[in-house]
């Protein structure tokens, strides 16, 4: 089995990444308790987001980069990234990473078509939201997608940084996001992107009104089967 790297920024999401794999794992390998190796590096979360709220991807990517050196270091043979923001560096600094990576929007594009649906409602922060890390994979797929309202954009982010990242899951937010959800919905939705990987945390399947895709286990289910 490969050695999975774990290239995390928020304790929440990387921490659900990181518990799929290790519980998971034994669906993929058919023994009890197994999963394969993992090591996980993160610098402080406040480094990233410092760099985040300068629009400086460079330097995210160079985090993201020196990371990676450290995961291989320790022996890992490629890297995943359970956050779904900070894929707006992918491209900068994946050609320059001693391991390969696995790509958290690519995998949830690949399930969509898997799944057939069409037109994918986006949430996650607000840089995720107005990027083009989603679209450009969705619509290589041929599916198109959609993002909640401005103010709903906001507001979202807001719960996100102020709420998911550190570990507070109430339950107004969640039915926000169920109104949110709801709306997207009936613009013709026929599924949503949990695009945070603390999102997953406050909505599971059955609190939606779209099926969900949780980005964070659809990563590291990708993730053990390179793996095996």
């Known amino acids: 089995m490969k050695h999975i790297g774990i290239v ?15 519980i998971e794992g034994e669906k993929f390998i058919g023994t009890k308790y197994a999963h394969p190796e993992v090591t996980m590096h993160t610098f402080p979360f406040h480094e990233y ?10 330097r995210v990517a160079d ?8 995961l291989a270091a320790a022996g890992a043979e490629f890297a995943i990234c359970p956050d779904n923001t ?18 958290i929007a690519e995998e949830i594009a690949a399930e969509a078509k898997r799944k057939g649906y069409q037109r ?11 990027s083009p890390v989603y679209p450009e994979k969705l619509e290589a797929r041929g599916i198109t997608w959609a993002i909640p309202e401005p103010a709903d954009r906001e507001r979202i982010n807001a719960i996100i940084f102020d709420e ?47 099926p969900t895709l949780d980005s964070t286990r659809i ?10």
């Open 120 to 130: 994918l409602g986006i949430l996650g922060t607000r840089y995720l939201m107005e």
């Open 8 to 22: 995390a920024c928020s304790a929440e999401g990387a921490a659900l990444c990181y518990r799929t794999i290790c």
């Open 164 to 210: 998911l990242v550190y570990g507070r899951f109430l339950p107004e937010s969640r039915a926000y996001f169920q109104q949110v959800i709801e709306s997207l919905k009936r613009e013709g939705c026929d599924a949503v992107v949990l695009g945070c990987t603390e999102i997953p945390l406050l909505i599971a399947e059955e609190d939606s009104p779209l």
């Open 49 to 58: 987001m410092a760099y985040i709220e300068a629009g400086d991807w460079q």
């Open 219 to 228: 990563l590291a289910r990708a993730a053990l089967r390179r793996a095996v």
């Open 63 to 70: 985090l993201m980069l020196a990371s990676a050196e450290k």
């Open 86 to 103: 900070i894929h707006q560096a992918f491209d900068l600094m994946v050609d320059k990473s001693p391991i390969p990576w696995l790509h």
